[in-house]
């Protein structure tokens, strides 16, 4: 199983961390250590002092599949789920400053939060689902996706060019505005279309 994540994907988010507006998805990878054990707390990394959350939609892919047209994405997938994207900041910028690739910030063990799915079939529009993030009952995430540059079928024709995409792989589809630094004892919980679908606590 292998985590592909899209970058940049939402206007407010790439304004808010000043970077360039891509003309194509932003790819990068997570391995599969990095997802978080279930009910597990997500400790923050000895190497980071500012561990920011990134609440993101997730896709998870039922069907194998290399060079996807857009008009069959659909097929490939039949859940819906909300996750966590943690990223190390400081170490980020450290890295992006010197021009060097980003796993160190973004694809360490337990980064990845993946919470409950969905069905497809139980989801009114694709391209108009709300989620939001709370922080010890405080929202300080919102999203739609009617608002990410690249949906979730062009994203899916687009990484099938370059990634055989197996049973089981999931991709992470870019966060909204809001991102910020996590503090041990925060409790994280996630909410697609008002359905909690993870609750984390920091540590």
């Excluded at 407010?12 to 997802?35: C, G, R, Y």
């Excluded at 108009?128 to 994203?155: C, R």
């Excluded at 409790?187 to 679908?197: A, D, H, P, S």
């Amino acid at each position: 199983m292998k985590i592909i994540c899209i970058g940049r994907n939402y206007t407010e988010h790439i304004t808010e961390l000043q970077n360039e507006k891509p003309s194509e998805p932003v790819v990068f990878l997570k391995p599969d250590t990095a997802v978080l054990p279930k009910n597990f707390p997500f400790y923050i990394p000895d190497f980071s002092k500012d561990v920011h959350h990134e609440v993101e939609v997730l896709v998870k892919i039922s069907k194998v599949g290399k060079y996807i047209d857009r008009k069959f994405a659909h097929k490939y997938y039949d859940e819906i789920g909300l996750g966590i994207d943690f990223t190390a900041r400081d170490l980020q910028k450290i890295l992006k400053d010197k021009g060097l690739p980003w796993e160190k910030a973004k694809a360490f063990d337990g980064s990845a939060v993946v919470g409950d799915f969905l069905p497809k079939t139980e989801i009114d529009s694709l391209e108009n689902i709300k989620f939001e993030l709370t922080t010890n009952g405080k929202t300080v995430q919102q999203g739609n996706t009617a608002n990410m540059l690249f949906k979730i079928d062009e994203i899916i024709e687009y990484v099938s060019q370059y990634f055989t995409l197996k049973v089981g792989d999931i991709i992470f589809t870019g966060t909204p505005e809001g991102v910020a630094a996590v503090q041990a004892e925060d409790v994280l919980e996630g909410f697609l279309n008002g359905k909690k679908l993870f609750r984390l606590q920091v540590k």
